[in-house]
């Protein structure tokens, strides 16, 4: 399905970070006019599914239908991508038999470079193609997490935008962006990441928390 849709738009990508940002751009336009609240139907199905779905205009998306649906785009065309759940339960340890979310959750995706050998966070519910710490990067989500809250380099973060409405990449300084304050709500010091992958083998899920 990914081939036949998406294989011909990173033809003239110069990298392979560059095919990931020609089909996240893609993915964004599509999914743009469709975002919201999602329907339960939504989770019984495959990211694909959810994508057809959603194009028909009969259902909504948010940020993990968009993460999913990114990551397995790119691991059918050859680009290795993770998705990372965020979230701060309490208690930690659920025991007790309930769990409280003390911040809000969030679904996001890193992609791996061979050519840069880097994991690379990226962002679509964001509009964020990447992040870099001045000169430096693309960074990972750690990287960025750590920056943003490390005061003597939050000002030195730079993130690439993309304008859907004028299908522009622009790199802007973090705290000239119009994405500052989700950025700083969901990457808080308190917050849980999961990584979650694909096994080849047997396709389970495979999760663990930092």
């Known amino acids: 399905y990914a081939q036949g849709?998406?294989?011909?738009?990173l033809?003239?990508?110069?990298?392979?970070?560059?095919s990931a940002r020609a089909l996240a751009k893609s993915i964004i336009d599509d999914l743009e006019p469709h975002r919201g609240i999602p329907s339960d139907?939504?989770?019984k199905l495959s990211p694909f599914e959810q994508y057809e779905r959603v194009m028909a205009g009969e259902d909504h998306l948010w940020c993990g239908?968009?993460?999913?649906?990114?990551?397995?785009?790119?691991?059918?065309?050859?680009?290795?991508?993770?998705?990372?759940g965020m979230h701060y339960p309490w208690p930690p340890d659920p025991k007790e038999g309930y769990r409280v979310l003390l911040a809000e959750?969030?679904?996001?995706?890193?992609?791996?470079?061979?050519?840069?050998?880097?994991?690379?966070?990226m962002d679509l519910t964001f509009y964020i193609l990447g992040a870099y710490?001045?000169?430096?990067?693309?960074?990972?989500?750690?990287?960025?997490?750590?920056?943003?809250?490390?005061?003597?380099?939050?000002?030195?973060?730079?993130i690439?935008?993309?304008?859907?409405?004028?299908?522009?990449?622009?790199v802007v300084p973090l705290m000239e962006s119009r994405k500052k304050q989700s950025l700083?709500?969901?990457?808080?010091?308190?917050?849980?990441?999961?990584?979650?992958?694909?096994?080849?083998?047997?396709?389970?899920?495979?999760k663990c928390e930092t």
Not at 105 to 121: D, K, P, R, V
Request: one cysteine or more; a neutral charge; aromatic letters at 14%.
């Open 5 to 9: 849709k998406w294989r011909p738009l």
């Open 133 to 158: 710490l001045r000169e430096e990067g693309p960074i990972n989500m750690v990287e960025l997490y750590k920056f943003l809250n490390d005061p003597n380099r939050v000002k030195g973060l730079c």
């Open 105 to 121: 959750g969030h679904g996001t995706t890193e992609i791996f470079s061979e050519s840069l050998n880097q994991w690379i966070w």
């Open 160 to 170: 690439v935008e993309y304008d859907s409405a004028t299908k522009m990449e622009n």
């Open 65 to 84: 239908n968009i993460a999913a649906i990114f990551s397995y785009a790119c691991n059918a065309l050859g680009i290795p991508c993770r998705q990372i």
């Open 184 to 206: 700083f709500n969901y990457f808080k010091r308190d917050q849980q990441f999961r990584y979650s992958k694909r096994d080849a083998a047997d396709s389970v899920k495979i």
């Open 41 to 43: 139907k939504m989770g």
């Open 11 to 18: 033809a003239d990508a110069e990298s392979d970070y560059g």
